[in-house]
């Protein structure tokens, strides 16, 4: 309805960018696309260009190929203009550069391109982490960075605790902490954003957001995508390390998190370092499962073990769910149940509060099930929150029959946005204008792996073997005795 004008978006000064890995996945599917956005938008400075490093020269005309197709493919049509991409903007801030990163002599001629004047210059390693520390070495080498210069790593950084320290320690002997920008693209999700909104700026939720007035907490994230093509990369690492380790610990971080002093990075970090802190070690209450065969959306898929490329003894977890507990005052007894899955029925990231009910209920004790208000935040697909409330049935017949109904916000249809920008397009233009808030500290990364390792050990001790799911369904069936044994039910099963 209403809201008071401001543009903080553009503060960048002339700069840089260097993307390693510019013909890989992540940058065409996600990372030039959103550039393109920003771009559209008018958030990029005249002056910035973008530095596309790809494994030689003689890729350079599919580059280009391919980014053309990337930016048609992955930017809606009506956001699509040939005009902006070819004429004036996009293409002519965009530079490659052909580049063996494992030869040292070739970092010279990307020491040419960069400006002589110092400028900050962005290193973006959309790579695999095996190569951040040659690519750090050679850029040193060549006398590349300097204190101006910020370094951008893509999580998962390390696959436990002792690699991701080792990871931080190599960056560290070249950057210091506020040059690093260490990425969790859901913190840039709009939702995401919302949720410090609606946390902070509501005093209707803050005075009911604690395990007093909070039954229990479901976060979601349920894919309808397989691994596309990632077997290389997924089965070492599972949904564990895929999705728990930083997106969904990121987004409990956010609902449990305490007021920070102020909106800056260094309050906003520290009170998510706590809740980290904060998380009790877990014995049982851990689900891991792979999916068969079944149909997603309509169409049969096979399953995990059949994929193309497969290794057919895998025992690595597609689905998995966990009963998540914060030991601190604000949040003792109110569980936060974590799950997250490839192949489900539906593409849904959301985080469901169930509030409470009243002890004293004075209605029917047969509808004393409706009792209890839940809020959903819905960070995909459709983003915008949700209170269900519960009223009286309508008619002069019903006496005071009860239903639950939502009042319903549609951040889409509220605000009246043409679009919902992709995550990595606040964090593209967070990183230019050099602010650290929404990246992830040193201190959180191995706080998360050193929780994430004990939920992996705890698992692999246990006798509890690997279940299965059917592809399209809605995860095993374990999962479901999980959360019902403690009297609880999944959102989707009340
Ligand atoms: C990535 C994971 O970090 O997040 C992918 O590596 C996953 O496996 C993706 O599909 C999900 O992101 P989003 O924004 O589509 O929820």
């Not at 959309?126 to 910020?150: F, H, T």
């Not at 019903?398 to 939502?406: A, E």
């Not at 593209?428 to 201190?443: G, Y």
């Amino acid at each position: 309805m209403s809201s008071i004008k401001h543009n903080n978006s553009i503060k960048h000064t002339s700069q840089d960018l260097v993307l390693f890995g510019s013909l890989g996945d992540l940058s065409l599917r996600k990372l030039l696309p959103s550039f393109y956005h920003l771009e559209r938008a008018g958030f990029l400075d005249k002056s910035l260009s973008i530095h596309c490093v790809i494994r030689d020269d003689n890729e350079t005309n599919k580059f280009y190929e391919k980014l053309k197709e990337s930016i048609q493919n992955h930017v809606k049509e009506d956001c699509y203009s040939g005009d902006i991409f070819n004429k004036f903007r996009f293409v002519s801030r965009i530079n490659c550069i052909g580049l063996d990163l494992k030869d040292p002599s070739g970092y010279k001629k990307l020491k040419q391109s960069l400006p002589k004047n110092g400028s900050a210059t962005s290193y973006y390693f959309a790579l695999p982490p095996s190569m951040i520390e040659l690519v750090c070495d050679n850029l040193n080498d060549n006398g590349i960075i300097n204190k101006e210069s910020k370094i951008v790593i893509e999580k998962p950084i390390g696959i436990d605790y002792k690699s991701a320290k080792n990871v931080n320690d190599k960056l560290a002997k070249y950057f210091d902490e506020e040059q690093i920008y260490r990425i969790d693209h859901y913190l840039g999700k709009e939702t995401v954003q919302n949720l410090i909104a609606l946390r902070f700026a509501n005093s209707i939720f803050a005075s009911q957001w604690n395990s007093k007035c909070i039954e229990y907490v479901e976060i979601t994230a349920a894919e309808t995508i397989g691994i596309e093509g990632r077997w290389g990369y997924y089965d070492d690492v599972g949904q564990m390390i895929d999705m728990v380790q930083s997106h969904l610990l990121q987004l409990l971080c956010l609902v449990a998190m305490e007021p920070p002093n102020e909106l800056n990075a260094l309050n906003m970090r520290h009170e998510k370092e706590r809740v980290l802190k904060a998380l009790s070690p877990i014995k049982d209450d851990i689900i891991r499962a792979q999916y068969v065969d079944g149909k997603v959306l309509g169409e049969s898929v096979p399953g995990y073990l059949e994929e193309d490329g497969a290794n057919t003894e895998s025992e690595t977890e597609t689905y998995i769910c966990m009963r998540a507990e914060i030991s601190n005052w604000r949040w003792s007894g109110t569980p936060f149940y974590l799950r997250t899955g490839k192949r489900l029925a539906e593409k849904a990231t959301q985080i469901i509060i169930h509030f409470k009910s009243d002890q004293h209920f004075i209605f029917d004790q047969d509808q004393k099930q409706l009792a209890g208000n839940v809020l959903i935040i819905r960070l995909q697909p459709t983003e915008g929150i949700s209170l269900e409330v519960v009223t009286k049935d309508n008619g002069v017949d019903k006496g005071m029959r009860l239903r639950k109904d939502p009042l319903h916000l549609d951040f889409f249809k509220s605000q009246e946005v043409s679009r919902m920008p992709d995550g990595y397009e606040k964090m593209l233009l967070e990183l230019l204008n050099s602010e650290q808030r929404m990246f992830l500290t040193r201190k959180e990364v191995e706080l998360s792996w050193k929780w994430c390792d004990q939920v992996t050990k705890a698992f692999k001790s246990s006798s509890q073997k690997l279940c299965k799911y059917g592809a399209g369904s809605n995860g095993p069936d374990e999962a479901k005795q999980m959360i019902e044994k403690y009297g609880h039910k999944w959102y989707e099963d009340r």
